[in-house]
Structure formats: C-alpha cells, structure tokens
C-alpha cells in the first residue's frame, strides 16, 4: 500500500468513525429516558437531566479534546478515545440499578435525583465521545485552506450519525431489542472504530520511488 | 483554530434540539381549538382545555382530535360519570367493598376521587398526578376538592409508590388511570412496575386498572399482569375501547361473592350512572388474547410502538 493510499483510507476510517460516534451519542442518550425512568419518572425534568448533562459532557469533551490534539495528535490516542468511552459505558449496563437505588434511597427529590444519576452514569463516557470531535478533525487537517472544509465535513458526517442514531434508537431498536442488548451494541460498535483506526494505523506502507517513509 | 470553535459549539444546539423540536411543533397545533373552549390552561407537558357543549364540560389534553376527552361531567348531574371506563372503575368494589386507603394514579378532571370520597368519606384518598396543570383545572372547572382526606401530590406514579415501596406503606384500593391514550407511560406497564404495586397492596386489596382493549399492546400487557398477579378479572363493554383489570395479590373472589357484594352498592352506586349488577357477569378470567406475547419489562418496554 502507499502513503497515499493509506492516508486517504485513514481519512474514511476517521470519517466513518466520527459518524458512529455521532450515532452511539444519540442512541445513548434516548436510551437515558428508559434507564432512569423506573427511578425518577418521566417527568418533564428526568429528560432535562439526561440533556444538560449530555450537553456538558460534550461541550467539556469537547474543549479537552481540541486541547489535547494540539499537542502531538497520533492516531494512537484518538483510537483510545473510543476503547476508554466504549469502557465507560460499562457501568451502564453493570451498575446503573445499584447506582439508580443509592441516588433514590439519598435523595428525595427526582429533579435532583435524576441529575446526580445522568451525571454518575453518562458524564465520563460522553466527555470521551466528545472528544473525539475536534481531535478527528485535527487529524484530517493537513492545510490551513482546507481545515474549514474538514470541519464541515466532520460535523455533517456526525450530526447525520446523531440523527440516525436517534431515529432508529426510538423507531426500531426499542421494538427489537431490551436496552442492555442495545447498550452493548453501542460498545460494540465503539471498539470496533477503535480497533479499526489501530489496524489502519498500523498497515506497512510500501516504499514507492522518490518517497521517502514516514510515519504520520 | 478560531474558526472551528465557533462552529463547534453553534452545532451543540441541533444535536440535542432534535429531541424537543417535535414536541415544540405538536404544541403548536393544538392552538386550533373550537369555539366553545372555556379555558386554556398551559402546562409543560401539553395544553389543557376545558370545553362545554350542550351543559357537557370536557377536559381536553388533545384538541385537535376533538375525541380525546380525558374527563366530562354533566353539569346538570354533576355526579354521573359520563364514561363507561369510569363507570367500569368501580367494579373493583366488588372485590374490595370498604377500601379504607385509597390511592389513584392519574387526576383527570378529579370525578373518580370525589366519587369515591363521597362514598367513603372516613377512607383516606390519595391522588398522583404528574402535572400541577391538571390538578389546577381539576379543582377550578371541576369541583375537585382537596381535603383532609383527598390529598393530591403532584408526582410521578412510579416515583411515589417505588418509595412507598420502601417505607412499606399499603393500600387496599388502588387504581392506576395514567394513560391518556395519546402517549403512554412506558415505565407504568412494566412487569418490575407491577411488582412495585403489588408490594403496597395490602393483602386484600384490589387492584384497578384502566387501560386499552385494542391494538397490538393488548396481549403484552395482559401477559404481563398475569405474570405479576396471576389470574385476573378483564372487565370489557360493549362500545367502550377501554378495557378495566381487576387483580388481587390472593386468589380472585368467586361469582358468587361478586353477586352478593354487587346487591348493597347496587342503589348507592346508581346515581353515579353505575349499574353494578351488571359488571359480575362481564368480568372473566378467561385470557382471549395471545398468550405467547412477550412480557413489558423496564428493559423491554416499546409500548407506544406497540399501541399504534
């Protein structure tokens, strides 16, 4: 394989990646409502919850991702993004009932109740998920002139994941499958994009004439 | 590097908008609303209306198909209930004829609770309700009226009776009427939220619940009461689309027993629009639905998928 052939094969694993992510977020996020409804309810303010604390965890994600990629980006660490959110995600499908009861037997009051549990369930695994915005645009950016247009793309691709991920979750997934199966399809997916950039990542580039090799 | 900051957070808003926007756009078509609309009560969840037609006053959650009326009460004979499922509810009396500690799950225009409140004036009653809206047309448009012993809280059902769970409080009356057949609440037909109730049910007491007889959901719900209860009584009318569970935690009263617990609220009842003797009869154990539907669990629960 070239250098170039596997550049640009990196670039649509990295774009297919972002699109995932965008989809597991937003399938994440509706199965929030489910999870936390048997403790605190369906009330206007359970959703509330789930939202703010989603938005917090990408916008945090988000500026500690851009942070990091300024400093050496390697694909090395954008592939962890992914296995350290699909690790988090665990406690999810482990934990969330022991965790949901300690909130409910402390706290009386669901408003607050349903925000400790979004926080305790969803804020590290989607500060991860976050991150990996601007730190795959960072490593799709070669120029300057052309960093607006990646930027564009980037956000399409993962906002179009979003939407995706939002209709099927509430369309189908819910119909066929329970939200633990779901959950691990989540993780499922999530590794996968992590191994899948690794694999890429590690592919021998063969030596064409008149270019030298160098690791990216 | 400026740049894409700022379109890194003008893009936060669409990925989260798109689970409000939809509910933004129904509320805006309930704005059409016919004339005889005597109030208008916004609420977080959706808006109220109260109409009156022909001395008929309804409560309306969906105005735009005029058919969803929650609650209506004739204002010439304010004591009648005007539904058949209401009317239906009672027939949990005829498994429990002196509840002492009544709880409902779902207000509506208060017609239950102030029925049952007149006819047990020493019963403690206690009404959730998820929307501080209703409650506030209940009592205005409604004669609902709170009292020593009607207390409403303003709560969702699963919250309240999970923590009534744990302090171990009982009821021996409890009705569950939270559907409003526009959007169901999924956690509220789940086999663990069944559990909950059956865990504050004293072990007399009856369980009513007001639900659906039609569409796919039928067969998983019933399913999934009698894997929490067992046998139940399924109580159906003729030109109703509702249908009324009866459940108990021991083994259901005979015929027999309905029948002679039906002769004495027979004349008490007959003022409310209840004719009571004829419920006995109609109420069957018997499943008529397919019995190899899958249970609704928390993890399972699409039931607005499955009420289409």
Not at chain 1, 14 to 31: D, Q
Request: charged residues 15%; hydrophobic residues 45%.
């Amino acid at each position: 394989m070239t250098v170039t052939s596997k550049n640009s094969l990196m670039q649509n694993v990295i774009v297919c990646a972002a699109f995932l992510n965008g989809f597991v977020i937003m399938t994440i996020e509706l199965l929030g409502g489910r999870v936390l409804s048997p403790y605190f309810g369906t009330s206007v303010y359970v959703w509330g919850s789930i939202i703010t604390i989603f938005m917090l965890s990408l916008s945090l994600g988000y500026l500690w991702g851009g942070r990091l990629s300024s400093r050496k980006p390697s694909h090395g660490v954008f592939a962890a993004f992914f296995g350290l959110s699909a690790l988090l995600s665990l406690p999810i499908i482990f934990f969330a009932e022991w965790t949901m009861t300690q909130v409910f037997l402390t706290v009386e009051d669901p408003r607050y109740g349903s925000l400790i549990a979004a926080t305790l369930l969803y804020f590290l695994p989607i500060c991860f998920m976050g991150m990996v915005s601007p730190y795959s645009i960072r490593l799709l950016v070669s120029s300057e002139e052309h960093s607006g247009r990646m930027a564009g793309l980037l956000y399409f691709v993962s906002t179009l994941g979003s939407a995706l991920g939002t209709l099927m979750t509430s369309f189908y997934f819910v119909l066929w499958f329970e939200i633990d199966t779901i959950m691990w399809g989540a993780v499922a997916v999530l590794v996968l994009s992590g191994v899948a950039i690794l694999i890429v990542h590690k592919l021998p580039v063969r030596e064409a004439a008149g270019v030298h090799r160098y690791e990216n | 590097m400026k740049t894409k900051q700022t379109l890194h957070r003008s893009i936060n808003p669409w990925r989260q908008g798109l689970l409000f926007s939809l509910l933004t756009l129904a509320s805006l078509f309930t704005g059409l609303v016919t004339a005889e609309t005597l109030h208008e009560e916004r609420s977080v969840y959706r808006n109220i209306f109260v109409t009156e037609v022909d001395g008929r006053r309804c409560l309306l959650f969906n105005a735009v198909r005029g058919e969803r009326n929650q609650t209506c009460m004739d204002m010439r004979n304010p004591k009648e209930f005007v539904f058949h499922y209401a009317r239906m509810t009672m027939a949990g009396l005829l498994v429990n004829p002196d509840p002492k500690n009544i709880l409902i799950a779902g207000l509506g225009g208060g017609t239950l609770p102030s029925a049952l409140h007149e006819l047990y004036p020493d019963a403690k009653i206690e009404v959730l309700e998820i929307d501080q809206a209703v409650v506030n047309v209940a009592k205005n448009f409604f004669n609902f009226q709170e009292s020593e012993s009607v207390e409403t809280h303003v709560v969702d059902a699963r919250v309240f009776i999970k923590r009534a769970g744990l302090t171990g409080r009982k009821f021996d009356f409890i009705v569950l009427d939270a559907f409003t057949g526009e959007y169901i609440p999924e956690h509220m037909l789940t086999q663990e939220f069944l559990e909950e109730v059956k865990q504050i049910l004293t072990p007399d007491g009856v369980l009513v619940s007001n639900t659906f007889s039609t569409s796919e959901l039928y067969a998983h719900e019933s399913e999934t009461y009698r894997a929490v209860f067992g046998d139940f009584f399924n109580l159906k009318m003729s030109g109703s689309g509702n249908r009324v569970i009866i459940a108990q935690q021991k083994e259901l009263p005979s015929q027999g027993t309905l029948k002679a617990n039906a002769q004495p609220l027979h004349e008490t009842l007959k003022p409310y629009g209840v004719e009571i003797l004829e419920f006995p009869n109609r109420m069957g154990t018997r499943p008529d639905w397919d019995q190899t539907k899958r249970v609704l669990t928390d993890q399972f629960s699409p039931a607005n998928l499955l009420g289409r």
